[in-house]
């Protein structure tokens, strides 16, 4: 397998004196990446847990060509076109009942920055000071500053640690210590908070870590006792990667405002929104220009992700594709059942779609080399598993078969014989 060495490009978390390569990749179909040698991948992370249905989608991949005969991109401020509106319509109706308006913006990062700005315009345009974000701890939401300020302060963003304002933050709420996240939760909303900004059911690059349904519920609970307002932030959870379109739909809430991004489209090109209480956008609404919302993208609601958005959306209309996440779900539980008891494993965890592993290892932290020896392992095996660390996760296209899914589990399972501190 040949690797891209001479090349001007920077590419993104990638430290370049430890991978000073990447392969090439040409083509791309269902749940296989093919590179221009002929080696092929298996992406068992959805290409950074982007691809949904699979790569280049047939229905999806039409709509996109269909729509590069009309329109290509317009400015979204005093023009509209129908692909944005039609989509506006169709989130409307399908995200949790409430959510009433839908900004438009780029990646998963400038989504939650939206939802932050959000809130403190909503606050400060009725006059109040609210301006403290409450955040969980190993949260991730994103590299913009905003978004760098709500997630955990790590290696990811020490560089930048100027920058980032406060955010009162409340613990993880593990098993058997859930009190405490609700004791915190409550203390920093009773001193009068703007928002608390949370991943519903599980924190994606903070280690894959997973808490309960009726713990996203009571989160919510206090934050509406206090008026606080609530982010979700399903950037990577929603379009069924944990079992349900979106997980707040599990605990049975709305949330004031939701974040969504990757899976939009099917992941097949960039595109998310921030959607909203009607209370938030009228907050926004006066005959005083000053308090219009001042959040813009040059690309904002292009045209051709929302056809990629609309016909992504018509898929999930159809009983197959909620079926494929509910057969992938049971094909992921099963599999993962053989490590449970398994000493060269911890905190072996599954859900919906999603299975996460922490290999017992001595030198474990993000930035030690542990990570890029698995992905090279996994490379080595046709595989595209990117592990946090020394926590391995599994999450795949809906597509993938249980074939596939073997030859990823047997996989780990050898890489454990290689790295785990008690190989067996």
């Given at each position: 397998m040949s690797l891209v060495t001479d090349s001007p490009v920077w590419r993104p978390f990638t430290q370049?004196?430890?991978?000073?390569?990447?392969?090439?990749?040409?083509?791309?179909?269902?749940?296989?990446?093919?590179?221009?040698?002929?080696?092929?991948?298996?992406?068992?992370?959805?290409?950074?847990?982007?691809?949904?249905?699979?790569?280049?989608?047939?229905?999806?991949?039409?709509?996109?060509?269909?729509q590069t005969e009309t329109l290509d991109q317009i400015i979204f401020a005093g023009f509209t076109h129908e692909p944005a509106e039609a989509l506006a319509r169709r989130l409307v109706e399908i995200t949790p009942e409430g959510l009433d308006y839908v900004f438009y913006s780029d990646s998963g990062s400038t989504?939650?920055?939206v939802a932050i700005k959000m809130a403190l315009g909503y606050w400060r345009n009725r006059g109040l000071s609210r301006r403290r974000v409450?955040?969980?701890?190993?949260?991730?939401?994103?590299?913009?500053?905003?978004?760098?300020?709500?997630?955990?302060?790590?290696?990811?963003?020490?560089?930048?640690?100027?920058?980032?304002?406060?955010?009162?933050?409340?613990?993880?709420?593990?098993?058997?210590?859930?009190?405490?996240?609700?004791?915190?939760?409550?203390?920093?909303c009773r001193d009068g908070a703007a928002a608390f900004i949370v991943e519903p059911l599980i924190l994606g690059a903070g280690g894959m870590l997973t808490y309960g349904?009726?713990?996203?519920?009571?989160?919510?609970?206090?934050?509406?006792?206090?008026?606080?307002?609530?982010?979700?932030?399903?950037?990577?959870t929603g379009f069924g990667r944990t079992g349900t379109l979106f997980a707040c739909e599990q605990a049975g809430i709305v949330p004031d405002i939701a974040c969504y991004s990757k899976g939009l489209t099917g992941g097949s090109v960039p595109l998310a929104v921030t959607m909203c209480?009607?209370?938030?956008?009228?907050?926004?609404?006066?005959?005083?220009?000053?308090?219009?919302?001042?959040?813009?993208?040059?690309?904002?609601?292009?045209?051709?992700?929302?056809?990629?958005?609309?016909?992504?959306?018509?898929?999930?209309?159809?009983?197959?594709?909620?079926?494929?996440v509910a057969q992938l779900a049971a094909m992921q539980?099963?599999?993962?059942?053989?490590?449970?008891?398994?000493?060269?494993?911890?905190?072996?965890?599954?859900?919906?779609?999603?299975?996460?592993?922490?290999?017992?290892?001595?030198?474990?932290g993000y930035a030690s080399t542990l990570s890029l020896d698995l992905m090279r392992f996994f490379n080595a095996r046709g595989l595209l598993l990117r592990p946090l660390g020394p926590t391995i996760y599994v999450l795949p296209p809906y597509c993938v078969t249980a074939g596939e899914l073997d030859g990823v589990y047997e996989a780990i399972g050898a890489a454990a014989n290689q790295f785990a501190s008690r190989a067996v």
């Open positions: 370049h004196a430890l991978q000073p390569g990447a392969y090439k990749i040409a083509h791309a179909e269902g749940a296989w990446l093919t590179a221009e040698d002929g080696t092929r991948f298996l992406d068992a992370i959805s290409s950074w847990w982007v691809i949904t249905h699979g790569h280049r989608h047939p229905e999806i991949m039409a709509a996109i060509r269909q989504a939650v920055e409450i955040a969980m701890e190993h949260a991730y939401h994103g590299d913009t500053v905003g978004t760098m300020s709500a997630g955990a302060r790590s290696v990811f963003n020490a560089p930048y640690e100027p920058l980032l304002f406060d955010v009162a933050r409340v613990p993880f709420p593990g098993r058997g210590a859930e009190q405490a996240t609700f004791d915190a939760l409550e203390a920093f349904a009726p713990v996203l519920a009571e989160m919510k609970r206090i934050c509406e006792t206090h008026g606080v307002l609530f982010i979700a932030d399903e950037v990577m209480r009607r209370e938030i956008y009228d907050a926004h609404y006066a005959p005083e220009r000053a308090r219009a919302f001042f959040h813009s993208s040059s690309f904002t609601a292009n045209p051709i992700g929302c056809a990629a958005a609309l016909a992504n959306l018509g898929i999930w209309e159809k009983a197959d594709a909620r079926a494929r539980a099963e599999r993962a059942s053989r490590f449970v008891d398994d000493p060269r494993f911890s905190a072996v965890r599954h859900l919906g779609t999603i299975v996460a592993l922490d290999l017992d290892v001595a030198h474990s």
